[in-house]
């Protein structure tokens, strides 16, 4: 089965990585930006790294009949800093009409602080006054509940957005339902540990359905599989679930999101 | 959506890997009873076993309560706690 994995981190990967995850199916990725491991000292350091997202990946991935988009951001880890973050929110506008580009993130809150929440909503308008989609990162472990609520208050109360142009990621069992029920599309994270397993992610797609619903591997750096989306069409499978719900999890939805975006011109594999 | 199988199927596939998690679960309490130094004094002790006891609770929903357990409390005052800017 084709499938597209809306959330992984490739610059932290290798080839063989993209050679892998064109043999188990994947047609097309989406890769925002995130935290590279540490604090990055300089705009400069931001314009690179969006160079790398913009250019080298997206002919990376070609060579193994990948498609490769993209989101852009300053993530919330490093808006403590907030001079910094505005200095990137100010130059992002240079990439917003690059190939593959699909809008701003990944954006959200991480220890759920002030200059966060402020850095955030900066990000917000800038989308909203560039008609940018948004993917938004919710925090981890203890701090995901109440971030994630955050998150939800800030964008209700912008009546500039359109909700179905805003995904939030990381999605739980304790997270889901207020995310899905607000109008908005929701990402589940496969990690071997923190986040959600394939399992439970099928458990969540028998509860919800499968509107407004997508899977990723949100591969990167630390402990995570790329290939995590395979395993949950495989867990899909084993319960009986038939091909069209699985496709419509693991392709059709991605596409239908995604296809919001201006940049957004895949090309379906013949 | 409803569930392709029965109960009874789920079980008979879950009851290995539920198992194994469970003597995952024994032996790591027995790890730390184990230990020099005493019983941690640590909320997070106090709140695996809270954890454990809501598992033996009846209803559909054990996977978000013992997510809610393990969370920090939401308050929807906080743009005003954290002194937020007007918008």
Known sequence: MYYIDPHIHMVSRTTDDYETLAKMGCVGLSEPAFWAGYDRGSVDGFRDYFRQLTDFESRRAAIYGIQHFTWLCI??????NVELSRDVIAMIPEFLNAKGVLGIGEIGLNKNTRNEAIVFLEHIDLAMKTNEQILIHTPHLEDKYQGTRMILDMLISDNRIERHRVLVDHVEEHTIRPVLEAGFWAGM?????????????????????????????????????PTAVPDFILEMRRRGHGEELIRRIVYDNPLTFFGQSRNFDFQAPC | ?????????????????????????????????R???????????????????????????????????????????????LQMPNR
């Open chain 2, 1 to 33: 959506m409803s569930q392709k199988f029965t109960a009874q199927a789920i079980l008979e596939r879950e009851y290995l890997p539920v198992r194994a998690k469970i003597i995952e679960i024994a032996s790591a309490l027995d790890r730390i009873d």
């Open chain 1, 189 to 225: 994270t496969l990690y071997p540990v923190s986040k959600c397993t394939p399992a439970r992610a099928a458990d969540m797609v028998e509860m919800y359905g499968p509107e407004r619903l997508m899977v990723n591997s949100a591969g990167d750096w630390g402990p995570s599989k």
């Open chain 2, 35 to 81: 230990a020099t130094g005493g019983p941690p004094d640590d909320p997070r002790g106090k709140q695996i076993q809270t954890a454990l006891e809501l598992l033996l609770e009846n209803g559909p929903d054990r996977a978000e309560r013992v997510q809610l357990l393990f969370s920090r409390h939401y308050d929807e005052t906080w743009p005003a706690t």
């Open chain 1, 75 to 80: 993530n919330a880890k490093e808006a403590e």
